[in-house]
């Protein structure tokens, strides 16, 4: 991963031309698609970030998307709120593909009167896009944890 790392290494230059910029902030953006949709509670926004035929990485290796996102969903609803945080971006654009690693930081409350009051986790997800006639798509993806804090115990009075 190192190596993919250093692609993205200074000096920063601007983007060649509009068009890129324009790439370059479509493919930012479906990260920030996907949280929006799991944090409203959203199945369809969420899943409205990857292409039809997407694959994601899971426990048992690489499995469909619809698969993968089912259960990401169901373990956020199981939460009283989830807010998600994309923040650095980093993106390589080579023509109709796309990669793009993005830095996220996921807040997941509990309701009240559980042991812990929330668990947040820093994770980093990696997603292959590429370019459809409609825009552009996540086609696969990968998250790596970065970290978790699981919250003190609840206060009780």
């Not at 369809?44 to 426990?59: C, E, H, N, T």
């Not at 409350?109 to 947040?120: H, L, T």
């Not at 370019?131 to 009075?157: K, Y």
Request: charged share 20%; with cysteine.
């Amino acid at each position: 991963m190192k190596e993919q790392a250093r692609k993205w290494a200074g000096p920063a230059v601007p983007p060649g031309s509009l068009a890129e910029l324009a790439d370059h902030h479509a493919i930012g953006r479906l990260a920030r698609i996907y949280a929006l949709g799991m944090d409203m509670r959203d199945y369809d926004l969420a899943r409205s970030a990857f292409a039809p035929d997407a694959m994601a990485a899971g426990k048992q290796g690489m499995e469909p998307i619809d698969q993968n996102l089912q259960f990401t969903y169901g373990v956020a609803s199981s939460f009283h709120a989830t807010q998600h945080v994309i923040s650095n971006q980093y993106i390589e654009l080579n023509g109709d593909e796309a990669l793009v690693w993005s830095y996220g930081v996921a807040h997941h409350k509990v309701a009240p009167g559980e042991q812990r009051d929330e668990i947040i986790a820093g994770v980093h997800y990696r997603d292959r896009c590429r370019r459809f006639a409609q825009g552009w798509l996540i086609v696969e993806r990968s998250v790596a944890n970065q970290w978790v804090d699981i919250g003190s115990p609840q206060r009780r009075s």
